[in-house]
């Protein structure tokens, strides 16, 4: 039997303000694991039959922990990514591997010519936005409304679909631009429409049947 299956955590701990998971093991060992890190190595077989790097993940937090028996839990992230079942073994060896793992997620995104967006402060300020979604992507996101944090870059409604499609990764798809309208403060926008810290932002489909995923 492998040592490592007689590992128990000591210690979880979440902070949503820094996305970090802190998670202390029975043999001293502590890891402090980013909500990036843990979403795009997620051991979902949905996540794994991907067949390339989970993207848009740079500011992705963990809205709950869900235990799942004496033997892992179930980490349910913000953008309704929730079938990842992390084993205690699992965990211990994303802490244990963790330089080698994010160097190989960064060498596998300059692969495909991804550029990773840093959150670090750049000097400007990032503008704190309202989403509200409507008709299917309710469901298809799981989700009526968020709070979110965009770049400093991101300056108008067409910029701000194309943070959100990669935010969303697999299910990105669904705001495309020929596929949704969007309302800033409750008025009809434009591409080109500027942002504003602390906007509301509404997006509807144009359709009420949702496009199929892509192939």
Same mark, same amino acid.
């Not at 000591?10 to 996305?19: G, V």
């Not at 943070?163 to 309208?181: F, H, P």
């Given at each position: 039997?492998?040592?490592?299956?007689?590992?128990?955590?000591?210690?979880?701990?979440?902070?949503?303000?820094?996305?970090?998971?802190?998670?202390?093991?029975?043999?001293?060992?502590?890891?402090?694991?980013?909500?990036?890190?843990?979403?795009?190595?997620?051991?979902?077989?949905?996540?794994?039959?991907?067949?390339?790097?989970?993207?848009?993940? @740079?500011?992705? #937090?963990?809205?709950?922990?869900?235990?799942?028996?004496? *033997?892992?839990?179930?980490?349910?992230?913000?953008?309704?990514?929730?079938?990842?079942? *992390?084993?205690? @073994? %699992?965990?211990? #060896?994303?802490?244990?591997?963790?330089?080698?793992?994010?160097?190989?997620?960064?060498?596998?995104?300059?692969?495909?010519? *991804? @550029?990773?967006?840093?959150?670090?402060?750049?000097?400007? &300020?990032?503008?704190?936005?309202?989403?509200?979604?409507?008709?299917?992507?309710?469901?298809?996101?799981?989700?009526?409304?968020?709070?979110?944090?965009?770049?400093?870059?991101?300056?108008?409604?067409?910029?701000?679909?194309?943070?959100?499609?990669? &935010?969303?990764?697999?299910?990105? *798809?669904?705001?495309?631009?020929?596929?949704?309208?969007?309302?800033?403060?409750?008025?009809?926008?434009?591409?080109? %429409?500027?942002?504003?810290?602390?906007?509301?932002?509404?997006?509807?489909? #144009?359709?009420?049947?949702?496009?199929?995923?892509?192939?």
């Amino acid at each position: 039997m492998n040592d490592k299956e007689h590992l128990i955590p000591t210690e979880i701990n979440l902070h949503r303000k820094s996305r970090l998971l802190t998670v202390a093991f029975s043999d001293g060992r502590r890891f402090e694991l980013p909500c990036e890190y843990l979403r795009v190595n997620s051991p979902a077989a949905d996540v794994k039959a991907l067949g390339h790097p989970v993207t848009g993940k @740079e500011t992705v #937090n963990i809205e709950s922990i869900e235990p799942q028996g004496h *033997y892992a839990l179930r980490l349910v992230f913000d953008d309704g990514h929730d079938t990842g079942i *992390y084993a205690w @073994e %699992t965990l211990y #060896n994303l802490g244990v591997n963790q330089e080698s793992n994010w160097n190989r997620y960064l060498d596998q995104l300059k692969a495909i010519g *991804y @550029e990773r967006e840093s959150i670090q402060a750049t000097g400007d &300020k990032p503008l704190e936005l309202k989403i509200l979604y409507f008709s299917y992507l309710v469901q298809k996101l799981f989700k009526e409304s968020e709070q979110v944090r965009v770049p400093p870059k991101v300056a108008d409604i067409k910029g701000l679909l194309e943070w959100l499609r990669r &935010k969303w990764s697999e299910r990105g *798809y669904l705001l495309a631009d020929d596929r949704v309208r969007v309302t800033v403060n409750r008025q009809f926008a434009e591409p080109f %429409t500027r942002l504003e810290d602390g906007d509301e932002i509404g997006i509807a489909p #144009n359709s009420p049947n949702p496009p199929p995923p892509p192939k």
